[in-house]
């Protein structure tokens, strides 16, 4: 039983942690590249050249939103830019919504994203954007938690020549990333 799922990719890292899992259950993901968050520039080409060659490694359906939506995004997230928190609820809403909107116009039964896997990231927060999205586009949210194969899955993702960033991806959080250093 092959269920088709859209998967949102935030990277090859975390599609190595979070497809393995899914394909074991049934699920035929194809995943969305959508990610107008990553800066800069460099980052933004560095992920998303890793998670096309992590679809072909895997030999996974991809499609590519290549809109670098620096400007957008900035715009977007201008009044709580200091406000980490309101910051990522925006980033992790703005992508789901892409991926349910897309869900739902393609014909896609449920959806998800490879955030789920990345132990960085606030899950509860995804998980409840994720099902309000699904009941607002009449498509399943689905919810795994992959985060305790996270290191495993780095080191895989390492073995296969992967990308691996070193902050979360908007220029806000590289910036408190090397402030920290």
């Not at 919504?97 to 897309?102: G, L, Q, T």
Request: charged share 30%.
């Amino acid at each position: 039983m092959n269920i088709k799922i859209l998967l949102h990719i935030c990277c090859g890292p975390c599609g190595v942690a979070f497809c393995g899992g899914i394909v074991k259950e049934g699920f035929a993901p194809t995943l969305l590249w959508h990610n107008p968050n990553i800066h800069p520039f460099v980052e933004y080409k560095n992920r998303r050249d890793a998670a096309k060659n992590f679809a072909d490694l895997r030999e996974l359906p991809i499609e590519v939103d290549d809109n670098y939506g620096l400007r957008d995004f900035v715009y977007d997230v201008s009044e709580v830019m200091d406000d980490r928190q309101n910051r990522c609820a925006y980033c992790y809403r703005s992508r789901l919504e892409y991926a349910a909107k897309h869900a739902a116009k393609y014909g896609y039964v449920a959806f998800s994203t490879t955030l789920l896997a990345s132990p960085y990231q606030d899950f509860e927060a995804i998980c409840n954007f994720g099902y309000k999205l699904a009941k607002k586009y009449k498509c399943e949210f689905i919810v795994r938690d992959f985060r305790e194969d996270f290191r495993a899955a780095m080191n895989e993702a390492r073995e296969m020549g992967l990308y691996m960033q070193k902050y979360c991806g908007c220029v806000f959080s590289e910036e408190e990333r090397y402030r920290k250093l």
